[in-house]
């Protein structure tokens, strides 16, 4: 079983950032593609950003591309999402996924991930 809890959301001015984190639980993290995704109320679940298990592949969604970077660390079992530039519409929750396949892939659909965190609420004022 794998545990994932995020942090690090909160209440941002349009145009400032945050760094959300993801931290898991479990001896073979560096083995799992990481993604995340975010709920705004009344909407469905988006793709935001994912990486694969090397962190050597990564994929963004338009909407944040160029002003999003997500990473990770193995070794601190982690990963991250490196929002800049925020706009009101980037306020939801945001979820940290992860696929233990253990493929070296990137995925951007919420049935490819076996486990999610409870998320983290980001607000962006404007």
């Known amino acids: 079983q794998v545990q994932l809890v995020e942090s690090g959301g909160g209440l941002v001015q349009a145009g400032g950032s945050l760094r959300l984190s993801c931290a898991a639980s479990?001896?073979?993290?560096?083995?799992?593609?990481m993604g995340w995704f975010r709920q705004a109320p009344g909407q469905e679940r988006e793709f935001v950003a994912a990486?694969?298990?090397?962190?050597?592949?990564?994929l963004y969604a338009d909407s944040v591309k160029g002003r999003s970077t997500i990473s990770r660390e193995n070794a601190k079992n982690t990963v991250y999402l490196q929002m800049n530039s925020l706009k009101p519409e980037d306020a939801a929750v945001y979820y940290c996924?992860?696929?233990?396949?253990?493929?070296?892939?990137?995925?951007?659909?919420?049935?490819?991930?076996?486990?999610w965190g409870q998320g983290t609420q980001v607000t962006v004022s404007s």
């Open positions: 990486c694969s298990w090397s962190g050597g592949r990564t």
């Open positions: 996924a992860a696929d233990s396949s253990g493929y070296n892939y990137v995925y951007s659909r919420p049935y490819e991930y076996d486990y």
């Open positions: 479990g001896r073979t993290f560096s083995r799992y593609a």
